[in-house]
């Protein structure tokens, strides 16, 4: 694999700081589905279930958005240098999964790796 263009890195940047924007507004939009369920609410047991399950949904969600945000500031804050290099194996990550996750710090094989514990 290649190193990046000048354009696909211009491209790669706006693809960040957009993607930074949109996981800022959920992250602000999705405050008040992970506080915790007030049990003193006249509700009944099934609904009050459904209200528990649905914030532990919340907050599961709330966390891979934080992780996600914490990456996509990373790459941004980032020597340009050294985007859209491994960060285990500093072999390039490619175009392809950049544009689809532009905050990967990994390559596919490095990534492949780690999901399934080698």
């Known amino acids: 694999m290649d190193d990046l263009n000048d354009g696909q890195r211009e491209e790669l940047s706006r693809d960040l700081r957009r993607l930074l924007e949109e996981l800022q507004v959920v992250e602000i939009a999705t405050r008040e589905g992970s506080r915790p369920v007030d049990l003193d609410e006249p509700i009944g047991r099934l609904s009050r279930m459904d209200a528990m ?66």
């Open 53 to 118: 399950q649905q914030q532990a949904m919340s907050a599961a969600n709330r966390r891979r958005n934080k992780l996600r945000l914490q990456l996509v500031t990373a790459a941004l804050e980032a020597d340009p240098d050294d985007y859209g290099i491994c960060k285990k194996c500093d072999d390039f990550i490619g175009y392809a999964r950049l544009k689809a996750r532009p905050e990967s710090p990994f390559c596919v094989t490095c990534q492949t790796r780690a999901e399934r514990g080698f």
